[in-house]
């Protein structure tokens, strides 16, 4: 499956702000990056390849309860083909 440009750039920013997040020292500024994340993920994470995160952002969207949503809606359409 090819990623469209729009899920690249959802992927490259959820990526990149889990990347950051176990960097940050400030409190206030980590919990609202915590936030911005949750929010991309719940948007946008459903339609994007779990297959093509890296294995820091993977990490940090597991430790905060978030990986679960990546690829939901790709695993769905699978599983529909695979049963007709």
Avoid: C
């Amino acid at each position: 499956m090819t990623e469209t440009q729009e899920q690249w750039y959802n992927r490259q920013a959820i990526e990149r702000l889990a990347q950051h997040i176990p960097f940050e020292q400030d409190k206030a500024s980590k919990s609202e990056q915590i936030e911005m994340l949750r929010g991309l993920v719940l948007r946008h994470g459903a339609s994007i390849d779990p297959e093509l995160f890296g294995f820091e952002a993977q990490s940090e969207l597991i430790r905060l309860g978030l990986w679960h949503r990546i690829g939901r809606e790709i695993t769905y359409k699978d599983e529909d083909y695979h049963h007709e």
